[in-house]
């Protein structure tokens, strides 16, 4: 079975309001100690990893293209002399439309990344605003055209909506600006309030509506008849695709495939074990400066937690659940309502399934 | 032993906040009754909750020596509840008194559980002793209250004694007076025993502990004694009086007030009411008069809200029961509770009560269904009696129902008169009569159903007047009644819980109330949930829970993945904790929120 391996870089221009990821700003001046350590990291990791076959590569964050293009460039390399990376592995970078130029990007594709995913979110202003992100709507269309004249020919566009004031006809709008610019993948993500965001607290304050979950409802209706139309193939609760464009790396996680994690939080899985590094990047870096694996927890999965994470990932996605998996009894009431269908000997999700699919599998998983 | 004519056999009668409990306190003191060292307030409410609500829910009887003329007297307070819940109760402690001290403070006059009570004494043929308390406070208006009280009770001024009961002002005087006033026993000694329980308690090392008054001949402690009601012969292992602490004695004689312990491990052998005679040919021929089974007037389920709790709930109210003789309950089964018990109880304070106990005392988390009144459902060939709305039949099925019925007492300031009229009326009252006790203050009699009482309407009475109105009831037994049974259904499935028998006329209003109610308790499902009230077949209200749409997790990446199960886990565990009604979720505080109907009990003294 195919592995991916997972590298995450913890740097941002800003924090934005909603993000509950491990990422920090201000803390630029860790970069080079920071890439240092992500190649030790990946050296002490490499001998437990060297009978598996890696079909994709993820560099996430934060905003890996905050590094410099040679430390990603030579970061690349270095993994590719420690692990087996198949030669015609997915290698996806995440971007900040405002931290790529023309420049930057063909040495990025020139060093192996060949896809492209960036953060869009809206095109429009007020919904950015809301969401505190500091692009503007221009500056998501002119990343794609520079990635399209560098020759990217495999990108993906990050959408979010329900942020306190959209609509939509807005919504809308954005979802038709998508389509123009014409990525081969986009994901389109519900708003989902962190309680422990900047944006979370307000919501609990009352400062600012939190999301209302009928007009998120709405809005994924929308999106799953408008990308459709436009060849999209909805292929996981929250990404469609281009036939033939569906993400390697994140089709790992929901196939339960093994991963590797290197970096600041950076999570691993194998053996039904999962683990995690240390989060601060300043305590990262000084235990693998010391030699050693960063290793912040652990977890091993008993029978039903498997079985849980079986259920809840697969249903995510088109393949969805083998058949046999599930008493019939329990499922044929579903079917009957149109929230799942059988495909061959899967149970899978319809699209109105998807949206309500913690009941699904909460009723699926007993 | 005391001769008969050194003794004097009292209780006091006062409303809640009225000073009983601070009189007796005095009366405790002045009689060295305590050592100063184990002096506390409320000496004689022994029970937390009593201390804390100001309420006596057990009676007490305590031994007090007082020399007044050169002469030792036995003077022996009984401390009776006042609520109306326990008439049965204080009439059968009044009938082991010969005297009765009315207490009324003096700056809020007399109330309608005192005039009750007062009634219930004198027809007793208790010599009444008034007496205005409070009289230090700057508020007190002594001479309107002394008026009023001489006009209910019939006495001249002068026969009002004023004490304050804080200060102790006045105490010795009443002491006196009622050495004076109050007739010692009739105590044909040489006739067959006969002796009164006016209450018991359970002790964990004794048994059962019955409060007597002897009414005829000796009660000898190791008598052979035999409980005429229940027929049990048993042997008096002690007797004993309350001094205040329990103090064994040779023998209890005519005239006395004490204790009988017989090893009995069961308290509902010992009824309350019932007479004590001696085993064999020395037996008494008839027993005391007026004893009566305790009777429930109102009815609730009680069920554990973790269902797992059953036998913990069984096992505190088999407890529970050992000290509480009036108390019943049955095993039910409800499809929206799960298991419990239908409890009946005498009245809503002693539901309260015997509520709050089980939650404090057991540390249970209880469900209870809106209490209910006993039907009786008349058929041509034999009347059902009901005590769960959803026992009551569909409609054609009977000639007829029968509800009981209480003719209230209500003491309302004049100048509320009108609102109090309003909502007796709304309550399908029929006025009995009324008067002015004076120009301030009207007593008003209404014939009420209970079930209306036990709804709202003390809650309504009180906000209606200000606080200011005071209520007491007795029962006057069965009527006829329009009365139907509202179902409430969930997505077409009945939930027993929330059924009721209330008037027809009224029976859409609730519907559409419950209806409401529900419609925002009740999670969004992945359907569309109908919540419906309906008479028989026939739909009164209606109100729909859209279904949810959109209950996803957004985002679900490697690092998350723990993260995201977890929250499926607590949402799995979330849902566990729901009653199933039919297809329905429903969570146990929409149970809770939408059978509490938010009524506060007045406790009484």
Request: glycine share 8%; with cysteine.
């Amino acid at each position: 079975m195919s592995a991916g391996v997972y590298v995450h870089v913890p740097f941002c221009l800003t924090r934005c309001g909603y993000c509950d990821f491990n990422a920090y700003e201000a803390l630029e001046h860790l970069r080079g100690r920071y890439v240092a350590a992500l190649m030790l990291e990946a050296e002490l990791a490499a001998p437990a990893w060297s009978r598996e076959e890696f079909a994709s590569v993820f560099f996430g964050g934060g905003t890996p293209t905050t590094l410099e293009g040679e430390d990603l460039a030579a970061l690349l390399r270095s993994l590719r002399a420690l692990f087996s990376i198949s030669s015609d592995a997915e290698v996806t970078i995440e971007a900040n439309p405002d931290t790529v130029d023309a420049l930057k990007l063909a040495g990025l594709l020139d060093a192996g990344y060949a896809r492209l995913s960036m953060g869009a979110q809206s095109f429009d202003s007020a919904v950015l605003g809301a969401l505190e992100r500091v692009h503007n709507p221009d500056s998501v269309r002119r990343a794609m055209h520079a990635a399209r004249d560098a020759g990217f020919a495999n990108v993906n566009l990050d959408l979010i909506y329900g942020a306190d004031g959209e609509t939509v006809d807005s919504w809308e709008r954005t979802l038709l600006e998508t389509i123009e610019l014409a990525p081969e993948h986009v994901s389109a993500y519900a708003l989902t309030i962190e309680p422990s965001t900047p944006l979370g607290r307000k919501v609990q304050q009352g400062l600012v509506p939190g999301p209302d979950s009928d007009l998120q409802a709405d809005m994924f209706e929308l999106a799953c008849v408008s990308l459709a139309e436009a060849g999209y193939r909805h292929y996981e609760v929250s990404n469609w695709a281009k036939p033939g464009f569906e993400c390697v790396h994140n089709l790992g996680y929901w196939e339960r495939r093994l991963y590797l994690g290197i970096g600041a939080g950076a999570h691993s899985y194998r053996d039904e074990r999962r683990w995690w590094n240390v989060r601060p990047p300043q305590e990262y870096l000084s235990v693998v400066e010391a030699g050693r694996l960063p290793i912040g927890g652990e977890e091993v999965l008993d029978r039903s937690a498997a079985h849980l994470e079986e259920i809840f990932l697969r249903l995510r996605i088109l393949e969805g659940l083998p058949t046999s998996m599930v008493d019939p009894e329990v499922s044929t009431p579903f079917i009957e309502s149109g929230l799942l269908r059988h495909d061959d000997d899967a149970l899978v999700p319809t699209e109105r399934g998807m949206l309500v699919l913690n009941e699904l599998v909460l009723a699926l998983a007993n | 032993m005391t001769e008969p004519n050194r003794i004097r056999n009292f209780c006091i009668i006062a409303h809640i906040d009225h000073g009983k409990s601070t009189l007796a306190d005095r009366l405790l003191e002045l009689t060295h009754a305590v050592a100063d060292r184990d002096m506390r307030e409320q000496y004689l409410d022994k029970m937390d909750l009593e201390r804390e609500r100001g309420i006596t829910i057990k009676a007490q009887a305590v031994r007090l020596a007082y020399r007044a003329d050169g002469e030792d007297y036995e003077l022996n307070l009984i401390d009776t509840p006042g609520h109306v819940d326990f008439t049965y109760e204080v009439s059968r402690s009044l009938a082991a008194c010969e005297g009765a001290v009315l207490l009324v403070d003096a700056s809020q006059g007399i109330e309608a559980q005192t005039l009750a009570n007062y009634h219930l004494a004198r027809d007793a043929g208790l010599r009444i002793v008034p007496v205005l308390n409070k009289i230090d406070l700057p508020q007190a208006d002594a001479e309107e209250t002394a008026r009023e009280l001489a006009e209910v009770v019939g006495c001249a001024r002068e026969d009002i004694l004023a004490v304050s009961a804080k200060t102790g002002e006045g105490v010795t005087a009443l002491l006196e007076e009622v050495i004076r006033r109050v007739p010692p026993p009739a105590a044909p000694r040489d006739d067959p025993l006969r002796a009164l329980i006016f209450d018991s308690s359970f002790d964990a090392y004794r048994g059962v502990v019955a409060y007597l008054r002897v009414k005829d001949g000796v009660l000898p402690s190791r008598a052979k004694v035999r409980f005429m009601a229940t027929g049990l012969d048993l042997e008096a292992e002690e007797c004993g009086v309350f001094a205040p602490e329990a103090t064994p004695v040779p023998a209890l004689e005519a005239g006395e007030v004490g204790y009988l312990i017989t090893g009995l491990k069961d308290v509902h052998q010992v009824k309350v009411g019932d007479t004590v005679t001696l085993a064999g040919k020395h037996r008494a021929r008839d027993p005391l008069p007026g004893y009566r089974e305790p009777r429930p007037m109102v009815w609730s389920g009680l069920f554990p809200a973790e269902g797992g709790d059953y036998t913990e709930l069984r096992d505190a109210l088999d407890r529970l029961k050992l000290n509480d003789a009036s108390l019943v309950f049955e095993p039910e089964t409800s499809h929206a509770l799960g298991f419990g018990f239908r409890c009946g109880f005498l009245g809503l304070l002693h539901m309260d009560i015997v509520k709050e106990r089980l939650e404090r005392e057991f540390d249970l988390e209880l469900i209870a269904t809106s209490p209910n009144v006993e039907f009786h459902v008349i058929r041509a060939d034999a009347t059902v009696v009901v005590h769960n709305p959803t026992e009551m039949p569909q409609p054609g099925t009977y000639d007829r129902v029968e509800e009981p019925i209480v003719l209230a007492t209500i003491i309302t300031p004049s100048e509320y008169l009108g609102p109090v009229l309003d909502l007796c009326q709304s309550r399908r009252g029929e006025l009995a009569d009324m008067k002015y006790l004076s120009p301030e203050r009207a007593e008003v009699h209404y014939q009420l159903p209970l079930a209306e009482i036990i709804f709202d309407f003390f809650d309504q009475l009180k906000s209606r007047t200000r606080g200011y109105a005071s209520l007491d009831y007795e029962p006057l037994g069965y009527v006829p009644a329009d009365l139907v049974r509202v179902d409430v259904l969930l997505h077409g499935e009945p939930v027993d819980a929330f059924s009721a028998v209330v008037p027809r006329d009224r029976a859409q209003q609730y519907g559409r109330q419950m209806v409401e109610r529900l419609r925002e308790l009740i999670p969004r499902q992945l359907f569309d949930v109908a919540i419906q009230a309906s008479i028989g077949a026939r739909i009164v209200a209606r109100e729909t829970v859209k279904a949810k749409r959109k209950d996803v997790l957004a985002k679900c990446y490697g690092g998350d993945i723990t993260r995201k199960r977890k929250l499926l886990e607590e949402q799995k565990k979330g849902k566990a904790r729901m009653r199933r009604v039919g297809r329905v979720d429903v969570p146990q505080e929409a149970f809770i929120a939408a059978l509490r109907i938010d009524q506060k009990v007045e406790s009484k003294k």
